[in-house]
């Protein structure tokens, strides 16, 4: 699994794995959300925001979603667990107040929840938020001058795949848990992100892996 450390591409060198949240059980199945957020990431680079401006911007089309599933997928899980994560039909709806169009289908291992999701999933504002994951080398952004400096222990806005008031938009959760329908820039690089996945609980018992309950 998925290691904190201070240089995110060693991994595997620590002995502190990633936690995750079950939202759901379906058949054989259970959808899971990182507990903390691993990792703070646009929604698209700005040099695609600034070559594509004007041509709307949508969970289909987005690099976050390339770096979870090219990238972020490889770096989090062995060949063991990869096996384990089941490729998922994402509908992503079009914004519930602003009707901003949600884009095509998309088929995923790794995925960001939608604003249906994140207010199915979670009872009230105060289980929503999230931390970064502690000693994972992040780029650090003061968002209120000589007030108040984010870190790893504070909480951090993150992404949700669903379109915000306009195509240049991404909607978000809000650092206090609040749902943020008419989300933030997309090549704004101070929104982190929390993956989610279907596990298939029988291939868990196939490769001999074990889910264990946080105490």
């Given at each position: 699994m998925y290691f904190h450390h201070n240089n995110i591409y060693d991994v595997y060198y620590d002995n502190n794995p990633l936690k995750w949240l079950v939202l759901e059980q379906r058949g054989g199945k259970i959808l899971l959300l990182s507990l903390q957020s691993v990792n703070i990431l646009s929604f698209v680079s700005r040099e695609e925001y600034y070559e594509q401006k004007g041509n709307g911007f949508t969970?289909?089309?987005?690099?976050?979603?390339?770096?979870?599933n090219q990238e972020l997928l490889y770096l989090m899980f062995q060949q063991d667990e990869l096996s384990c994560?089941?490729?998922?039909?994402?509908?992503?709806?079009?914004?519930?107040?602003?009707?901003?169009?949600?884009?095509?289908?998309?088929?995923?291992?790794?995925?960001?929840?939608?604003?249906?999701?994140?207010?199915?999933?979670?009872?009230?504002?105060?289980?929503?938020?999230?931390q970064i994951v502690p000693d994972v080398e992040l780029p650090q952004y003061d968002l209120m001058p000589n007030q108040h400096y984010l870190n790893t222990t504070d909480y951090y806005d993150w992404w949700l795949r669903s379109p915000g008031e306009s195509s240049e938009k991404a909607a978000c959760v809000g650092r206090f848990g609040d749902i943020m329908m008419e989300g933030q820039w997309v090549a704004t690089e101070e929104v982190s992100i929390r993956p989610a996945m279907w596990i298939d609980l029988n291939k868990v018992k196939e490769v001999g892996l074990e889910i264990t309950e946080a105490e």
């Open positions: 969970w289909e089309n987005s690099a976050i979603r390339e770096y979870l994560i089941s490729e998922t039909d994402v509908q992503t709806a079009d914004n519930p107040i602003y009707g901003t169009d949600g884009g095509e289908d998309t088929t995923d291992y790794l995925f960001l929840l939608s604003i249906e999701e994140a207010q199915k999933y979670f009872a009230s504002d105060f289980e929503r938020r999230t």
